[in-house]
């Protein structure tokens, strides 16, 4: 491991890497463009020169390797004037958006102006060099080519990552500019990532485009939800509603990307179709009620079949975008609770959804497949729970986050659950589900509640709140808590971190393991 100093401070940098992560270890940030730790490196803004001590001129940090008893200076007198100099080469022909530019915040082009140049523009206004505004160029992509600065991130990723190529530079010198080939216009799964990559405000996302300022946006690391990989995010969200998904980088899961559909995915967690109160049946219709009432009402059912019929004539179905804290309390309560094994997972994806593809995309479309099945909760229960209602065993259901009816259709619904006396359903939103149930009780979407899933390949990967739920909607975890005291009198606990503690005390699978310890990247499962 070599040992460098930079800015007179002393780094051990693994073998290998360049002077740019090399800094970063310590706290020190040398301004670059071209340069993406998850692309190749072309080393054409020259952003990055650096003086390095015995090196005959300055030096590109991005692609100069570091070396035992190296000494950088990133804030000589020759660096500083190269970067002012570079700053004002870019600056040339840049427009003067920021006021109605969508990177305003998040621009490093207004970051580095601020922090290397802030000297006025040599160039008269009216010479600028005039390029594309606003062009529409496919997907979900807007690009402005007098904005862009030609780092080619965009086009070496659709070259390196994703093999598509749908951009180019054309012309030459200041003329040169980003676009698509002819008849040719962006079109793959992906196309979001060249908007996260880009420096500047030359590619942006159509649906995010003034709707608001970023320095109004929250951050929350999560995962999205929308499919079995589980990749790494930050939740974007203002007085919580939820304005954009961006991949956050995780080296054994999605390295830097995100597919397009994960990246829309919250679209349908903000339906006004949300549930907010606890409603019950009367008559022909769902009518509201406090939580008191509805607690005592679910626990008197329970309790009175558990009477007649015993325990079993109860049984429970949970959806695979279900926590693996909710499953685990849910689990507990079926079993301890009220003392019944019937227990069924759903995992389903709607139909026409798209396949697995060579990078991230998983035609499983529910997050936590694995951890039901970890916990021991199995796909063919379903069967089984159809059996007993066939046979006049299972009398009462109750479903988590499980849109049967959408799963099965209504039809297969009908014949497999029409016999039964009581549906109680826990969920987010009025469905089709919920039309067919006696009570239902409102749950938080997985970016308003704490806990974690587990991805196909076993990570298991924490998930934070980023907002509190809407109206009187709680927790999964809060709901089965309550339930379960009302029921028995009994407190359980209603946090994630202690249920999280729990599980990993009772189920093999996640033995050793904490929520706190998943940290950013996420741990394996232990079988």
């Known amino acids: ?108 082009l207004q970051d580095y102006y601020m922090d290397y140049d802030r000297q006025p523009s040599r160039f008269p206004l009216g010479e600028k060099n005039h390029k594309g505004k606003a062009l529409d160029v496919g997907s979900d992509v807007m690009l402005d080519q007098e904005r862009c600065i030609l780092c080619a991130r965009c086009t070496r990723f659709f070259d390196e990552i994703t093999h598509t190529s749908e951009l180019a530079i054309f012309e030459r010198g200041d003329h ?40 109004y946006l929250h951050r929350t690391s999560s995962v999205c939800a929308g499919c079995e990989r589980g990749c790494s995010i930050d939740i974007y969200q203002q007085r919580g509603r939820i304005y954009r998904y961006k991949p956050r980088f995780n080296p054994d899961v999605n390295s830097y990307w995100m597919c397009d559909e994960g990246r829309h995915s919250f679209v349908p967690l903000q339906h006004e179709t949300r549930l907010t109160a606890p409603l019950a049946q009367s008559g022909d ?30 049984g429970a179905v949970i959806d695979a975008h279900s926590t693996n804290e909710e499953a685990f309390a849910l689990k507990r309560l079926m079993r301890e609770t009220i003392g019944s094994d019937r227990l069924a997972a759903l995992n389903w994806s709607p139909p026409g959804a798209s396949g697995d593809d060579q990078l991230l995309v998983r035609a499983n479309k529910n997050p936590n497949t694995r951890g039901l099945a970890a916990l021991g909760i199995a796909d063919d229960g379903l069967e089984a729970l159809t059996a007993a209602v066939a046979a006049g065993e299972l009398k009462m259901l109750i479903a988590m986050r499980a849109d049967l009816v959408r799963a099965l259709g209504e039809q297969d619904f009908v014949r497999r659950f029409g016999a039964l006396d009581y549906l109680l359903v826990l969920e987010t939103d009025a469905n089709e589900t919920g039309q067919m149930a006696n009570q239902i009780l409102p749950l938080a979407i997985y970016p ?16 934070n709140q980023a907002f ?60």
């Open 285 to 314: 219709r769902l009518v509201a009620e406090t939580w008191s009432v509805a607690l005592r009402r679910a626990a008197s059912v329970i309790n009175d079949y558990k009477e007649r019929w015993g325990p079993k004539c109860i």
């Open 468 to 527: 509190s739920p809407p109206g009187q909607a709680l927790t999964g975890l809060e709901v089965i808590a309550r339930l379960g005291h009302a029921i028995n009198g009994v407190e359980r606990p209603k946090t994630a971190d202690i249920i999280f503690a729990e599980m990993a005390r009772e189920e093999p699978a996640f033995r050793g393991l904490t929520l706190d310890a998943l940290g950013a990247f996420g741990l394996d499962l232990a079988s």
């Open 1 to 108: 491991m070599p040992k460098l100093t930079i800015d007179d401070k002393q780094i051990d940098a693994p073998d290998g890497i360049n002077i740019i992560d090399a800094a970063d270890l310590g706290g020190i940030e040398i301004p670059h463009y071209c340069y993406h730790p998850g692309l190749s490196i072309p080393g054409n803004c020259r952003m990055c020169l650096v003086e390095i001590e015995k090196a005959p001129k300055l030096q590109i940090a991005c692609n100069t390797k570091v070396a035992e008893g190296m000494v950088v200076h990133t804030k000589s007198p020759r660096a500083i004037a190269t970067q002012k100099a570079v700053l004002e080469f870019l600056l040339i022909n840049h427009p003067i958006d920021c006021p109605v530019c969508d990177q305003a915040g998040e621009c490093k």
């Open 176 to 215: 040169c500019v980003i676009d698509t080939y002819p008849g040719k216009p962006i079109h793959n799964n992906y196309a979001g990532n060249v908007i996260d990559i880009c420096p500047v405000g030359a590619l942006t996302e159509k649906d995010f485009r003034f709707r608001m300022r970023v320095w």
């Open 448 to 463: 308003e509640s704490e806990g974690s899933f587990t991805n196909f390949k076993g990570r298991v990967q924490r998930i």
